[in-house]
């Protein structure tokens, strides 16, 4: 059967970019690789999505497919088995408290933490610079839990006000705004305090002396105050973040209860999501030991060679596949010709093979909660991350899918982008499936 194909124009960075009209409740805190809200809508137009229709993402990351879904009327489910991304996805997706009590409620934490801090010599309005009390004692995470963090990603000052600023939102756990209030601060960790950039890798950049925390913390949350004030309007479409591994959904949904599926998974790339989330993961507390981070990676994708452990075998699910152990021998043989030794590198064959293996054991998982009929678009991206060996993801990803009894209905073109190492353009794609037959159609 011939695929459809649609082409996006125009080919580039734009189509990925947050648009204005979009940022309510998407802004809240979102991935930097993030897909675009206006995909999502798009695909529900194209598969008629009904309001009493069910929208699955199993790799729901930050919720926009959610937040789309909710703003449409839509009931959605998402699977994310990284707390952090959990925990956001499941905040944006909460319209229903008082923007008012919100902005009160959080106006008391920033006059608490204000109070304290100018008690201990500290100020967080314009920072100008000041002498600061000799023998201070600042605040700081225990040796351990620092360890988890980014080298610089914080410095000594924004730290120990931010510490002093989540005792105080501690006060409020229970309340109605507690989670909206660690939320805003996870934006403002990112955006205002850290020493963080993002270019799309994550990396420390010029430290920062001071912040202004409480500052940038009340303008998130106002931010927030703003959005609920419109989306309340909208809060009548059910949305539900499960934390779960999407590659094992047995138990996890109803069966044949999905009728559709907007996703997009990770890529196989070097990209290590639990890195780029570390310092509000450790600081909010879903991340406090190397035991749970190493935990967490293990319920996620095998996209990366950071979280590759003995024992894996999700690369025996496409030991039959000759296209992907052809990639794997050529990322070996491409190693092996440069003289790539470190650990990393030796890993890059076998993560590849962990990837797709990872991605055919989840849609095999999948098939039981698909209505039959039930559309699918999965966004996914070429790769050249390893040694310059070009990855089709979306090709090979439509290939799995057929083999495993989908029917691939469309391999759509979304955008283009220059790999950063061969300066290539790579395909950005959707893959379009379709699980089974609508009943009462014709074979």
């Not at 959610?66 to 703003?71: A, I, N, R, S, Y």
């Not at 605040?139 to 839990?145: A, F, I, Q, T």
């Not at 989540?166 to 989670?179: A, R, W």
Request: glycine letters at 6%.
């Amino acid at each position: 059967m011939a695929l459809e194909t649609s082409v996006c124009k125009p080919r580039n960075g734009s189509l990925n970019k947050l648009m204005p009209h979009d940022r309510a409740a998407h802004e809240w805190y979102r991935f930097v690789l993030s897909f675009p809200p206006h995909l999502v809508r798009q695909y529900l137009d194209r598969f008629e999505v009904a309001d009493r229709s069910l929208v699955l993402d199993p790799f729901c990351g930050t919720g926009t497919t959610l937040v789309e879904c909710k703003k449409k009327g839509t009931s959605s489910v998402g699977i994310e088995a990284h707390p952090m991304a959990h925990f956001a996805s499941r905040v944006k997706t909460t319209w229903s408290i008082s923007p008012d009590g919100l902005f009160k409620h959080a106006q008391a934490v920033a006059d608490r933490t204000t109070r304290r801090l100018r008690s201990e010599g500290f100020e967080d309005g314009p920072l100008i610079p000041r002498k600061r009390p000799h023998g201070q004692n600042l605040r700081r995470l225990s040796p351990d839990v620092e360890r988890l963090l980014l080298r610089g990603s914080i410095s000594a000052i924004p730290l120990h006000k931010v510490l002093v600023l989540l005792e105080e939102i501690e006060c409020g756990n229970g309340s109605p705004f507690y989670d909206h209030e660690r939320l805003a601060l996870a934006k403002a960790l990112i955006h205002c305090i850290s020493n963080l950039e993002f270019g799309p890798e994550v990396g420390v950049g010029p430290p920062r002396s001071d912040a202004q925390v409480v500052m940038a913390w009340m303008d998130c949350v106002s931010a927030m105050v703003d959005d609920l004030r419109d989306l309340r309007e909208m809060n009548n479409a059910p949305a539900k973040t499960l934390e779960a591994d999407s590659r094992s959904l047995d138990g996890v949904l109803l069966p044949e209860s999905v009728h559709a599926v907007i996703t997009s998974p990770p890529y196989p790339n070097e990209k290590d999501y639990t890195r780029t989330t570390r310092l509000e993961s450790v600081l909010l507390g879903f991340i406090r030991s190397k035991e749970e981070l190493r935990n967490v990676k293990r319920g996620l994708m095998r996209s990366n060679t950071r979280n590759v452990y003995v024992g894996d075998t999700d690369d025996g699910w496409v030991a039959d596949y000759p296209r992907i152990q052809q990639i794997a021998a050529q990322i070996e043989a491409r190693r092996q010709e440069l003289g790539k030794t470190s650990g990393f590198e030796r890993l890059y064959a076998k993560v590849t093979k962990l990837y797709f293996g990872g991605m055919a054991r989840h849609l095999k998982s999948l098939q039981r909660v698909l209505r039959p009929g039930a559309m699918l678009a999965y966004v996914v991206g070429d790769q050249a991350s390893y040694l310059r060996v070009m990855i089709p993801t979306g090709q090979i990803l439509a290939d799995i899918a057929q083999s495993l009894g989908y029917r691939c209905r469309a391999i759509d073109l979304f955008r283009t982008r220059l790999a950063t190492a061969t300066r290539e353009q790579l395909r950005e794609e959707v893959v379009v499936l379709q699980w089974g037959k609508r009943r009462g159609t014709a074979s």
